[in-house]
């Protein structure tokens, strides 16, 4: 081996370590930053061909992987249009000039642009969704000071629990709110009479007239079965009629309860958004009543930790990630959405530490090797002397 074969192993050797105290530097620095994942460096020796007696030292290079796939924890926050994910998926968003990325992290805010509010991160990514009007697929907008359409009642459900200690002609009430083509309310009254053992008749009169339905008991189960099956209130003019589903219907050994739920809105603005845990994204009236209007879909990789990083946090996919897959969260083995909650980095200070003292002294050590066979060399140049 010649004497420059300890120079360039052990160049070799502090380039490495260098390009590890990069990444811990890296890590370090961004050891705050929601959904930041870590990245970690491997080493990999270069051998040169031996021959004879003599020995070729090689080199050694480094290999960055990132830690994409690797669950962060989740904190709460105070703000409804935080998000997080727990388990397997992304945030798909989109920048400015409609380049889709991928990203963990979910502090999102309002942000109006040209008159139109965004969901954008704090790298200005907008947040992407499926509309519940019509399935399509792009940023969200929220409608944020205009005048929300009313929209017409369609269908409603009832769904009943009776005691089963009521006595005969027993009665109870109950009442929902429907809402007619421009928007005014209409409160309908439920009555509800114990006919017979295991017998309830519900009514209410539309304007038509009374409209009655039978639900007989099994006495062994307690599930009701109704007769008809299903009601249908009209309104006039125009012969508008309203679908009503009946059940879960139950006669159990408890109190009273109903949930009566129909569609519908009036006309008013939203007072806020917020998120639900299967992905939905409702804005609530100033009324109180709630519109969906978007659901949140998740991608996910084959690969996750092959993606390519970019600035602001986000992920471009690669061949090396394989095919992006769009579904609901906590559907098909998607993660679930976590609303008001942020996943912080994966970084482990402590470990970041270790491997900064680790990469530190091999540092030296190669600086070492490399002195010594400086000195070795002038000793073979002061030979002539």
């Not at 009503?244 to 958004?273: C, H, K, M, Q, W």
Request: charged share 15%.
């Amino acid at each position: 081996m010649s004497i420059n074969g300890v120079f360039r192993t052990s160049v070799s050797g502090m380039n490495a370590q260098a390009n590890r105290l990069s990444v811990v530097s890296d890590n370090i620095a961004n050891s705050s930053t929601t959904g930041y994942k870590r990245n970690s460096t491997e080493f990999s020796s270069l051998v040169i061909a031996q021959g004879g007696g003599e020995y070729n030292s090689g080199s050694v290079t480094t290999q960055v992987r990132q830690s994409v796939s690797q669950q962060g924890n989740i904190a709460a926050s105070s703000s409804g249009s935080d998000l997080a994910i727990q388990g397997e998926g992304f945030f798909v968003v989109q920048d400015a000039a409609g380049r889709e990325f991928y990203t963990r992290a979910g502090s999102f805010v309002q942000r109006t642009e040209n008159n139109v509010t965004y969901l954008v991160n704090s790298a200005g990514y907008r947040l992407k969704d499926t509309t519940a009007l019509d399935g399509s697929v792009g940023p969200i907008t929220l409608p944020v000071g205009e005048i929300v359409a009313p929209q017409r009642t369609t269908e409603a459900n009832f769904s009943l629990q009776f005691p089963e200690s009521a006595e005969l002609n027993a009665t109870k009430k109950s009442s929902m709110v429907i809402y007619d083509n421009i928007g005014r309310s209409v409160v309908v009254d439920v009555n509800m009479e114990k006919t017979a053992a295991n017998q309830w008749t519900i009514s209410y009169t539309d304007d038509l007239g009374p409209q009655t339905s039978v639900i007989n008991f099994d006495e062994a189960t307690g599930l009701g079965t109704a007769v008809p099956a299903a009601m249908t209130y009209t309104t006039m003019p125009g012969n508008q009629t309203i679908a009503i589903g009946l059940g879960p219907l139950t006669e159990y050994a408890t109190d009273f309860s109903t949930r009566l739920v129909a569609n519908g809105n009036p006309a008013g603005t939203f007072a806020e958004f917020a998120f639900g845990e299967d992905g939905t994204l409702n804005g609530i009236m100033d009324t109180g009543a709630i519109i969906q209007l978007y659901q949140l879909k998740f991608a996910r990789f084959p690969s996750p930790d092959q993606l390519s990083a970019s600035a602001g946090n986000v992920y471009s996919a690669t061949d090396g990630s394989g095919v992006v897959d769009i579904g609901t969260p906590g559907m098909n083995g998607f993660g679930s959405l976590v609303p008001s909650g942020l996943e912080q980095s994966n970084v482990d200070l402590a470990s970041e530490l270790t491997s900064m003292i680790e990469s530190q002294r091999s540092y030296s050590a190669n600086s070492k090797v490399f002195q010594t066979g400086s000195e070795i060399l002038d000793v073979l140049v002061n030979l002539k002397r």
